[in-house]
Structure formats: C-alpha cells, structure tokens
C-alpha cells in the first residue's frame, strides 16, 4: 500500500517516514502540492502550526481549514485510512489527574490548542456526517533525539544549573519517546477497528517531574536540580508574562508561558487501555533509554552548534 506523509521534515514525521523506510516501504512526503494524493492507501497527517504563541489565523489556516482542505481531497483521492496527529493537549495542558479518550476536550488560552480542539471537531463532523476514513492519535509530550524544542532546551538548562522545579516534582508527565509514537500512528493506520477511533499514545511508566529532570542530570553528570518554586505561582508568572508580549503586541513568545509550566508542574496521567487493545500498541522505550539517547543527541547537537558558531566567526 502506498503511504503519504505530511510533515515529513519535521520531528516527529521524520522519524515516521524513516521507520516507514525501514519496513520496506516507499512512502510519499507532502509539502506543499495536493497533486501527490492520487494512488495513494493511507495518509499520516504529522504536519501542524505548533507552540503556543502566534496569531490566531495561522494556527486556524493550517489546523483547521487547511485540515478539511486535505481530508477532504484525501476522499475525494479514495484515500482508505486518514490517520490525524492530535494531541493531549486537547484535554487540556494538566488534566489534574488521570483521563482516557472518553474525558472531554478543553481548550486552553493559547492559538495552539484551539485550533487543534477545534480540527478534532472539525473531524468528528466530517466522520458522522461523511463517513471520513479518519482516525485521530493524541500523542503526549514527545521526546527523543532531534527535539530541539523541548528536550535540548530543558537539559540546557539543567546543564547550566539553571533548571527550577515546579511544585515538589512529584506530580507526573505524559511522556513518550518519538519512535514509540512513530509505531502508534502506523498501527492506528493499519488496524481494522480503528476507523473513527480516536487513541492517545503515551507511555504509561508512572514518570514524575523529579523523575525526568533527575534522569537527565544523571546522563549529564551534573547535580540534579534544587530550587523550587511553587507550581501556583509559577502559572501566574506565567500569565503575567503572557500579558504583557500581548500588550506590547510582540511577535515572539514570552520566556514563560502557562502551556510549558503546565505540561511539566501539572498532574498529567493518561490512560492508554484502548490503544494497546484495538491497535496493539506498547511502548518499548523506557525513561532510562530514552533520556540516554536524547542526551546523547544533545551533547552531539552541541558540539555541531558550537562548531558553527565558530566558522560563522
């Protein structure tokens, strides 16, 4: 069967299209024309309008529109499976305890997560009303080598002796490690059962805060972090920040938002009971493992990072 992939040079649809690769197949990348469709089984939607900040219309352009734009081009093609990368983030950024794909969505004061809350309803129309091939992943905090968003800036910090804790760090993270993503969405576009299905893909070692950043500082070699500073107050900061890059109508995201605060000092734990029944997912990457080969990577990417600042000079 012949598999197309949006958002083949991004972090996550790179690695997709790299396992995809290693399976022996032969998959198609879709950057910007439509015209690729033709002749083509399934779709693996990976490509998104990211992070937090920006304006609304572009997240609604490629989020929304853009998304009926291609499903439905995608049926009109005879497409047989639409698998739509979504994200927990459409329960909200800290969910305050455990949630499965039944709890409701909930959007949060940021482009990003209305947008994406608003393409999952946009998809469950077109899947009631349509008939829409669609199936819908909501990954969790996805790390692994080539996450230069999250992980690199966190063990920056933790490197630096910069990193705080938020709260006591006992609260815990939806983690999961890119490849284990990678096999989700190839089983959620494969499975028979799984058409209209929606199914979060995190992996369900009970990871804490403290757990997370003590492992990365463990591969580092340096001294975990000790200073905290209370998870409340952290979020109003974060509010605060927020409000005044809207007043000064800045085009670059405050140093601290709610939407980071929230994913690392909030009580996230999923439940991941229907994906491993009806798709036959499990995650094979540990918290160990995969801090080992991210840090790996990032110690790599810093020495790459260095050597070009120094032949810019």
Known sequence: ?????????????????????????????????????????????????????????????????????????????????????????????????EADEASPLRVEPNPYSRSKVAGERLLGRLIRDEGAPVTIVRPGWIYGPGDSASFARIAQRVERGQMITLGSGTNHLPLIYVDDVAEGIVLASEAARAEGRSYLLVNDER????????????????????????????????????????LSRSKHPPPVMRYGLQLLGGENRFVIERARRELGFSPEVDLAEGVRRSVSWYRGAGDRMAATAGAAR
């Not at 950057?31 to 939607?45: P, Q």
């Not at 734009?69 to 459409?90: C, D, K, N, Y």
């Not at 580092?220 to 952290?234: D, E, Q, T």
């Open 1 to 97: 069967m012949t598999v197309l992939v949006t958002g083949a040079t991004g972090f996550l649809g790179r690695r997709l299209t790299e396992l995809l690769v290693s399976s022996g197949e032969r998959p198609r990348v879709l950057v910007r024309s439509l015209d690729r469709l033709a002749g083509v089984d399934r779709v693996l939607h990976c490509a998104a309008r990211t992070g937090p900040w920006g304006p609304d219309s572009e997240y609604e352009r490629t989020n929304v529109s853009g998304l009926e734009t291609l499903v439905r081009t995608a049926m009109a093609a005879g497409v047989r499976r639409f698998v739509h990368v979504s994200s927990i983030t459409v329960h909200g950024n800290d969910v305050r305890g």
């Open 207 to 246: 990871v804490t805060q403290r757990d997370f950043i003590g492992a990365i500082a463990a591969e580092l070699g340096v001294a975990a972090p000790r200073r905290h500073i209370p998870y409340p107050l952290a979020l109003k900061l974060g509010a605060l920040s927020e409000a005044r890059a809207r």
